[in-house]
């Protein structure tokens, strides 16, 4: 991938407001070491997570019409909460205006709200950072970040999704049909 690091940083600060692209960075470094941990590629992790947000800060009823310009499918949940579509939009929009990038980077940036059954390696990287990076304060995010390399990687990010569902229902937020969808394909069949 060659890509300028340089460039992209510059690019993904002009893009995103101070804070985003502060988390952003911070996203970055922990991909980074968590693909270290688990034997991934280093240097497409941390891309990943530098340009995860690129759509983080675009408004509800921009990133409607851009997804329907881009033919990305809109779900009513979509309608009901546009910002779950800061992921596919940007994940679009970064492979537009860096054709350069591999398609492992641009899936891990599109399904870094909700997941996908048989999502990457490198995708559950980038999603489990984006969950414990230093800027989340939160007790489960500390006790998450400490389980990086001690636990396989698939179930640091079973942990990582089931507190973010655990999140979801505890604030009465709606459940995107993708989140279902990834839970089913985690999930055990087995009754405890
Ligand atoms: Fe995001």
Redesign the pocket.
């Known amino acids: 991938m060659a890509l300028d690091r340089a460039a992209l940083l510059d690019a993904m600060r002009r893009q995103l407001s101070r804070e985003s692209a502060a988390h952003s960075e911070r996203v970055a470094v922990m991909a980074r070491r968590i693909a270290e941990s688990y034997g991934l590629d280093a240097e497409e992790a941390y891309v990943a997570g530098l340009l ?2 690129w759509s ?1 800060d675009a408004d509800g009823q921009s990133l409607l019409a851009e997804a329907r310009l881009l033919g990305i499918p809109v779900s009513e949940i979509d309608e009901r909460v546009p910002y779950l579509l ?2 596919p939009v940007g994940a679009r929009l970064v492979k537009r205006e860096f054709p350069q990038l591999s398609q492992s980077v641009v899936d891990a940036i599109s399904v ?2 909700c997941g996908a059954p048989e999502m990457s390696d490198l995708a559950m990287a980038v999603f489990v950072a ?1 969950s414990v990076e230093p800027g989340r304060t939160h007790a489960s995010a500390a006790v998450l970040r400490a389980a990086i390399g001690a636990l396989p990687l698939r179930e640091l990010f079973v942990r990582t999704y089931a507190d973010g569902l655990r999140h979801l229902i505890e604030k009465r937020r709606p459940m995107h049909p993708q989140t279902l969808k990834t839970w089913n394909w985690l999930a055990d069949d087995r009754v405890a």
């Open positions: 995860h947000d983080r800061h992921a870094h709200t984006d």
